[in-house]
């Protein structure tokens, strides 16, 4: 389950990345932290050592949105277009298994659904992966079943 980390007003320590802009952080298991950017990759951090675990690109552009659910970790991102352009059916919703993450190995995310035209949000909710999207110029809510 993830969790809010209490900190002190005290820094401690700075990690830097590569990405060019952090957008999501989940705290997805004790000491270890994941987050998501706006060049689509996922990365496990260390908060023992500070240190990346493993990462992969899960899109082309940028992490919109996220969900932990059980050992899945699932994104809504961009996909071709262009980072800025949202014309088109151009996102999606990938996942990967977060135990494979964690023992370092090559991970290929899997696809699920059809593209969109755009992605707000994430959420699972009892066994079910609800997601706020634009389909065919509307808002919606589309649930996934998880099981």
């Known amino acids: 389950m993830c969790q ?3 900190s ?4 401690t320590t700075t990690i830097t990345t590569n990405s060019y802009a952090l957008n999501g952080l989940v705290h997805c298991r004790p000491n270890i932290l994941l987050s998501t950017d706006t060049n689509g990759e996922v990365c496990l951090w260390s908060l023992e050592t500070f240190q990346p675990i493993n990462h992969v690109k899960m899109h082309e552009h940028s992490i919109l949105a996220h969900a932990l659910s059980n050992n899945t970790f699932i994104t809504a991102g961009k996909e071709g277009g262009g980072p800025a352009n949202t014309c088109g059916l151009d996102c999606s919703l990938k996942s990967c298994d977060m135990e494979m993450l964690l023992q370092g190995a090559d991970v290929q995310p899997a ?7 755009w992605l707000w949000a994430a959420q699972v909710e009892r066994e079910r992966l609800v997601v706020c999207l634009l389909k065919r110029g509307r808002p919606c809510l589309d649930f996934w079943s998880l099981s």
């Open 4 to 6: 809010l980390i209490e």
């Open 8 to 11: 002190s007003s005290k820094l």
């Open 111 to 117: 696809e699920h659904g059809f593209p969109c035209q």
